[in-house]
């Protein structure tokens, strides 16, 4: 992985939603479910807008403060174990120009003194995968949610 790639969220096989600044991630095909919070739901939120690898580095660093080197190695493994548990995918990145564009929460969280950088944990549960597999959400096409598969709406 290098850090000009960019990936984007794995939307046929996966749910999410932020509350709070915690982002709740389901995987629709195998049941589990993940938490990310602080730098890791900011991680998540960047993935989301297409922002490349270098830039999620950049705001990270520059929001708390971090030594580059050490976030860089934060994000890239935190991506690669969103990788691995197949909630994300190669994408491509937005232009420069989007890119670039300053989040005012990160540039007033710096102003007001840097919050401190912790490495971003991916929590993963399994205890309601039984669950979750019974949800007929997963009669979807490759569009994802809520796309029936036109077997399942013969059903």
């Known amino acids: 992985m290098t850090s000009s790639m960019s ?6 096989k996966v749910a999410h939603q932020t509350i ?7 995987n629709l095909d195998s049941g589990n479910y993940y938490s990310l919070d602080k730098v890791g739901a900011d991680i998540w939120n960047a993935i989301e807008e ?5 830039q999620i580095v950049e705001r990270i660093a520059c ?5 580059r080197a050490v976030v860089e190695v934060a994000v890239m493994r935190l991506i690669a174990e969103l990788q691995q548990e197949d909630l994300i995918a190669s994408g491509q990145a937005k232009t420069p120009e989007g890119i670039m564009k300053r989040d005012p929460q990160f540039d007033s969280e710096a102003g007001a003194g840097r919050l401190s950088f912790e490495a971003p944990v991916l929590q993963k549960y399994s205890d309601m995968q039984d669950l979750l597999l019974l949800d007929p959400i997963h009669e979807v096409d490759e569009t994802g ?10 059903d």
């Open 7 to 12: 990936f984007r969220i794995n939307d046929a």
């Open 63 to 67: 929001r708390c403060g971090g030594d």
């Open 20 to 26: 709070d600044g915690e982002v709740v991630i389901i």
């Open 145 to 154: 949610w809520p796309h029936a598969t036109p077997q399942s709406m013969q």
């Open 50 to 54: 297409s922002v490349c690898v270098d």
